[in-house]
């Protein structure tokens, strides 16, 4: 049984700054990608930022140069810090993971419950 809790979404100002954070834990053999998308009413969830197990980050366009992934793979930990923030950053934040529970078999994609962040103009 695995499971990812997000923490630290919020309300702020735009301009302001925020940092996400997810944490995996349950029976994990080993974590391979993580991400982190996000969700608004009526739309797609989209990729907001992706990072491999060896440090390769991906970002959507309009994150780029704003918000920062990062994780701690000694703790089973992904970060999103946000900064610059718009009120079009504001949505449903999901932290995602592909996760090895056993020696055998390859990985599964899990979710956090979500975390909502919002951005005032």
């Known amino acids: 049984q695995v499971q990812l809790v997000e923490s630290g979404g919020g309300l702020v100002q735009a301009g302001g700054s925020l940092r996400l954070s997810c944490a995996a834990s349950g029976s994990i053999f080993s974590i391979n990608d993580m991400g982190w998308y996000r969700q608004t009413p009526g739309k797609q969830r989209e990729l907001v930022a992706a990072?491999?197990?060896?440090?390769?980050?991906n970002y959507a366009d309009s994150v780029k140069g704003r918000f920062t992934i990062s994780r701690d793979s000694a703790k089973n930990m992904v970060y999103l810090q946000m900064n610059s923030l718009k009120p079009e950053d504001t949505a449903v934040y999901y932290c995602?993971?592909?996760?090895?529970?056993?020696?055998?078999?390859?990985?599964?994609?899990?979710w956090g419950q979500g975390t909502q962040v919002t951005v005032s103009s």
């Open positions: 995602n993971a592909y996760i090895r529970v056993g020696y055998f078999g390859g990985s599964d994609g899990y």
């Open positions: 990072i491999t197990s060896g440090g390769n980050t």
